[in-house]
């Protein structure tokens, strides 16, 4: 089942702050987050385990409450480049381990 | 590091004809790769999962004689889609995860393919 992304779409002026979230009615294992732009790859973010961490990458932070079944993306003091559509992707482990769902993503425009 | 290239990036093609679509990891193995397929502002959706040196796992509703799926080796799998018709034109995109089936990497997305049956 996908899971749930929230907002759908974000529109900010450089230097201010975004959350998107993404919750699923499935136990996760692990929580992938992505930025693609238009008509290019995915990107990689960062990756939280089981286990409730936090993560870090500059100024774009994301937390994982396996308990909720919840992951938060923090992008803090935006930039231009923080434009594009985020997406979270789960993993259930089991017999899906490695397989992962994709949100509906998240459309973020970053405007001067 | 952890680059994956794909190619064609863009295939324009008559109805009939079947499409080859590589994915390649260039500098990791890859026990495992992903396809693929993303329409127009929608989330990505996840075809089927190729497995070196077995046969390709399909998602639900997937058809596995139509998407033929290969991966021959820890760098390389191709999805050949057969007979392909208007309605398979869509955004095709591989991933490739680094390690062995049971890794806990990322996986790293190729440029995608963009398919289009006239």
């Known amino acids: 089942q996908q899971p749930v992304q929230s907002p759908q779409a974000v529109i900010l002026r450089e230097g201010e702050d975004a959350v998107i979230n993404c919750s699923s009615s499935?136990?996760?294992?692990?929580v992938h987050w992505y930025r693609q732009k238009h008509g290019e790859a995915p990107v990689f973010l960062m990756i939280?385990?089981?286990?409730?961490e936090q993560k870090g990458h500059d100024k774009i932070s994301a937390s994982f409450n396996e308990k909720k079944q919840q992951s938060s993306l923090y992008l803090t003091a935006s930039q231009l480049s923080y434009s594009g559509t985020y997406f979270c992707?789960?993993?259930?482990?089991?017999?899906?381990?490695?397989?992962?769902?994709f949100g509906q993503g998240t459309i973020l425009t970053v405007h001067p | 590091g952890a680059v994956v290239s794909q190619h064609p990036s863009r295939v324009i093609c008559k109805s009939g004809t079947s499409v080859k679509i590589e994915c390649r990891s260039l500098?990791?193995?890859?026990?495992?790769m992903f396809w693929y397929r993303q329409f127009p502002k929608q989330s990505l959706m996840l075809m089927a999962t190729?497995?070196?040196?077995?046969?390709?796992?399909?998602e639900q509703g997937v058809e596995k004689d139509k998407f033929l799926i290969n991966h021959a080796s820890l760098t390389l799998s191709t999805l050949t889609v057969t007979s392909a018709h208007p309605e398979d034109s869509s955004f095709y995109i591989c991933?490739?995860?680094?390690?062995?089936?049971?890794?806990?990497?990322?996986?790293?997305f190729g440029d995608g393919t963009r398919l289009s049956i006239l």
């Open positions: 991933s490739a995860r680094p390690g062995g089936p049971y890794s806990n990497q990322p996986q790293h």
């Open positions: 499935k136990a996760l294992y692990s």
């Open positions: 939280l385990l089981k286990g409730g």
């Open positions: 992707g789960t993993s259930a482990g089991g017999t899906s381990y490695g397989k992962l769902t």
């Open positions: 500098d990791f193995q890859a026990t495992t």
């Open positions: 190729s497995n070196e040196g077995s046969k390709a796992t399909y």
